[in-house]
């Protein structure tokens, strides 16, 4: 029998987000959850708890400095960590912490061979640069995540897929001299969305030129557009030979969110996770 899904949902996950009135509210684990139960979604996989990111891994990613500013912002409980995008709140740094935990400890079970696959619905942070938070994201989950897998792991060939509405600039330009991190990222168009990234004419620089695919969908586009945008990106993916797969599934391309303006289906999200399974199962032995 294979290994099953790992789910990571904890008390110490649903406390990431912000106060009231924020866009990025704290009641989004519990949303998700119950959905999820009522789907019978509970039964199929095992719950897994967060364990907190020492700073030593968190650091892999992070400039010291700025985990300086976290833990500081962390105590006070006030301020913002950035230009006004991201507020601080008490223990913002211990939370942040067991978000990251949540993204190792699921890559150390799937390289154990403990579980298949592995989900972090409160996770994704994709905006954070290794020196400043961003875009409501205080520490970057998937920059640590690419930077352990590497250094614990030994995995060097990574794809990076993104199909959150807003770009995933904290990865894109962190890694963007990176010739082994395999980006494809299918989003809102910058020109119209923040973070105002990910152009098309953008596929890498230095040796990582054209080891990048950015893939902007015009507002309003749906599943359609979405499908063919897909097909690219799997085209790529493929000829790359991924040893690992990482996919930032953010829901706010769904019909209806009030940040953006895409109007995909669930369908979308499915067909995605169907095909980067079976991406997966081709060339990373099922990771």
């Known amino acids: 029998m294979s290994p099953p899904v790992h789910l990571f949902i904890s008390e110490n996950l649903g ?3 912000f106060p009231e009135g924020h866009p990025l509210s704290i009641d989004r684990q519990g949303a998700f959850w119950n ?3 009522a789907r019978g979604l509970d039964r199929a996989v095992v719950i897994a708890d967060s364990p907190a990111a020492p700073r030593s891994a968190i650091e892999r990613f992070h400039h010291p400095e700025y985990v300086d500013q976290v833990i500081e ?3 006070a409980g006030s301020g913002y960590l950035d230009y006004g995008d991201t507020p601080a709140f008490p223990g913002c740094y211990e939370v942040t912490a067991h978000l990251v935990g949540a993204a190792l400890e699921g890559a150390r079970r799937v390289m154990a061979g403990e579980a298949r696959r592995t989900f ?3 996770g994704g942070l994709h905006h954070a640069r290794r020196g400043a938070a961003a875009g409501f994201c205080v520490f970057n989950d998937l920059g640590v995540l690419v930077e352990t897998l590497r250094a614990e792991h030994g995995v060097r060939r990574i794809a990076y897929v993104d199909i959150d509405v807003h770009h995933g600039d904290g990865v894109f330009y962190e890694f963007e001299h990176d010739p082994e991190l395999i980006v494809a990222d299918i989003h809102e168009d910058g020109a119209v969305l923040y973070p105002g990234t990910g152009f098309a004419y953008e596929s890498g620089k230095g040796a990582a030129q054209g080891a990048k695919l ?6 309003g586009a749906g599943d359609a557009e979405f499908f063919c945008a897909w097909d690219e990106a799997e085209r790529f993916l493929e000829r790359r030979v991924p ?3 990482i996919l930032q599934c953010g829901a706010d391309g769904l019909a209806g969110d009030p940040l953006a303006d895409l109007r995909l289906t669930p369908a979308a999200h499915a067909h995605a996770v169907r095909r980067l399974i079976g991406l997966a199962e081709r060339h990373a032995e099922g990771r």
């Open 15 to 17: 406390r990431y987000g």
């Open 120 to 122: 972090q619905p409160i």
């Open 214 to 219: 950015n893939l902007p969908l015009a507002r």
């Open 35 to 37: 959905a999820a139960r």
């Open 243 to 245: 040893e690992f797969v």
């Open 73 to 75: 912002a962390s105590r």
